[in-house]
């Protein structure tokens, strides 16, 4: 039926009747779906050098596995990301309300994204890594020209939750605290907004298509937005929908299925089709040996698909990195830390899945026989984000030292 507040369908058993838009008529390539934006209906909306690392030899920690260290920063370092073309530039972001983009190889600094005014919590490239866009705690998102190292767009929308890009086009999408999901044409500025309930937007994922987006609210609830018409598909929330914040999500290669992962310690998979909740993957007390209150406060934090075998890993609180049967739904592995798991990432072209926890060490674990293959260390605080290049070859990490770092990923099968 209609959600008269929001315009969205909710699901209600088989009897619904929807209408699914077919996605995939004909073939297009990503230049005819950044034309497709085109057409929106947007509104006005107002309106160096290498001196920031050092070598393993200077390094005064007990044990660095790591190449290089950039130390650019004088807070926490809050997130990195690669730039996806060539994966030869890192941009991080931090406490000292600094992003900073530089080069991976040998550390040197490119150009700071100036004029933040808190702590810089997003910072990500576009999907031709042309454009960096950097968003601090306060909502200021600022987007700046690579190769001219040249600021071409800002805006406030108030205490900022996501940031991501569009995969085909120049479209910045971010999520606030009050809600509403907003989207840019970058750089004219042209925007539209997204009304969701009256609590954060905690979480968000554009699909592959670029046409749809899933948007995971404080509240549990998770809405599927058409980008194009910015109207909900689908609403999905009370039982079908999670009990506590949405802390993560995923989706699979072809963007037909959706992982969240919430604070309630559940992760839930979703057909983006006819968003149906088809699996509902978590711990019981037997697998981490926990309370049952332990077990309720056990929050997901980081979820992902594999790429290459039916397998979805699931990151906890608790330090459980759980693999799970995607075809069965069933724990097939339960990989312990002793500290809780920050985030993961599997490789593009492998099984192998790697974390980062609070104990400031990056593991990689083997997602078929659930064995840890390597760890590495570095950081003397908790790593708060790291990404993988494309080969997996490489790990760049952000951490509560101050540090970001590079770590050379080494196993005998390369």
């Known amino acids: ?14 009897e619904e009747i929807i209408e699914v838009i077919e996605l995939n008529e004909t073939e297009q390539t990503p230049d005819d779906l950044a034309e497709e934006f085109d057409d929106v209906d947007f509104a006005e909306a107002g309106n160096v050098d290498d001196e920031g690392w ?44 600094k992003a900073f983009v530089w080069r991976v190889t040998d550390g040197e600094l490119l150009f700071e994204c100036t004029g933040h005014k808190d702590s810089v919590t997003c910072a990500v490239f576009s999907h031709d890594s042309k454009l ?3 968003g601090d705690m306060s909502g200021l998102i600022k987007v700046w020209r690579v190769e001219t190292k040249e600021e071409i767009w800002s805006f406030e929308i108030g205490d900022l939750e996501w940031l991501q890009w569009h995969p085909h086009a120049p479209v910045l999408l971010a999520g606030a605290a009050d809600g509403n999901v907003w989207m840019w044409k970058i750089p004219s500025g042209e925007c539209k907004t997204l009304q969701g309930p009256n609590c954060q937007a905690t979480s968000g994922k554009i699909l592959p298509d670029g046409r749809r987006a899933v948007v995971g609210y404080e509240d549990g609830t998770l809405r599927l937005w058409d980008l194009k018409q910015g109207n909900t598909i689908y609403v999905i929330k009370g039982q079908d929908g999670h009990q506590g914040a949405l802390t993560s999500m995923e989706c699979n290669k072809d963007g037909t299925l959706v992982l969240t992962g919430s604070v309630d310690g559940q992760a839930k998979l979703i057909n983006t089709s006819t968003g ?44 459980t990195l759980a693999i799970y049967d995607l075809s069965t739904q069933s724990l097939r592995h339960s990989c312990k830390h002793e500290v809780g798991i920050v985030h993961l990432q599997w490789e593009e072209a492998s099984a192998m899945v790697a974390v980062c926890n609070l104990g400031g060490v990056v593991t990689l674990w083997d997602g078929r026989s659930g064995s ?3 760890e590495y260390h ?5 790593i708060l ?30």
Do not use: W
């Open 1 to 14: 039926m209609d959600d008269p507040e929001h315009g969205a369908v909710q699901i209600h058993g088989d």
């Open 54 to 97: 050092e070598t393993e030899d200077e390094m005064d920690a007990e044990q660095d596995d790591s190449e290089l260290t950039f130390s650019r920063h004088t807070g926490s370092v809050f997130c990195v990301s690669l730039d996806p073309v060539t994966n030869n530039l890192a941009v991080t972001g931090g406490e000292d309300d």
């Open 132 to 134: 960096v866009a950097s």
């Open 276 to 319: 149906k909740v088809v699996g509902c993957l978590s711990l019981d007390n037997s697998d981490t040996g926990n309370t049952v209150e332990e077990q309720d406060s056990n929050s997901v934090e980081s979820v992902g698909f594999c790429n290459v075998l039916p397998l979805v890993a699931v990151a906890y609180l608790d330090g």
């Open 372 to 374: 840890m293959v390597s």
């Open 378 to 382: 570095g950081h003397s605080a908790e």
């Open 385 to 414: 984000d790291f990404t993988l290049n494309r080969e997996a070859s490489v790990a760049v990490t952000a951490g509560g030292d101050h540090k970001a770092k590079v770590f050379c990923l080494q196993r005998p099968d390369r």
